[in-house]
């Protein structure tokens, strides 16, 4: 599924890491075919649960991108699904302008020659 999976801190919140069960499946849902690239961690924040998505591309681009779950995002299926996508589409963005400022930075290094 993804390139790894973390649960941290959720021994004294079971009900907790249920829920963030669910948003690992509903993020497999949204995100398809680059998981394997994906890294996904959660942990409880008071009665919130935070998420931190990594992904790390061939070409050697990494991006982070962090989101906070609250309860109310995990009782109706589209909403937790429209979050993580919400979510998804925020580490995509972070990969593009990763990529963007590189292709920047090759140019004016090729221009500087």
Request: aromatic share 8%; charged share 35%; hydrophobic share 40%.
């Amino acid at each position: 599924m993804f390139k790894s999976e973390e649960y941290v801190g959720f021994e004294a919140r079971p009900d907790l890491r249920a829920l963030a069960e669910r948003g690992t499946a509903a993020l497999a849902g949204e995100i398809e075919t680059w998981r394997a690239r994906v890294s996904v961690r959660w942990t409880p924040a008071g009665d919130a649960i935070d998420l931190r998505l990594e992904l790390a591309l061939s070409n050697g681009v990494e991006a982070t991108h962090d989101a906070r779950f609250e309860r109310d995002d995990f009782v109706r299926e589209r909403r937790l699904a429209s979050r993580c996508n919400r979510a998804w589409s925020e580490l995509l963005g972070t990969a593009a302008e990763i990529q963007q400022h590189r292709i920047e930075e090759t140019v004016l290094e090729t221009v500087e020659a």
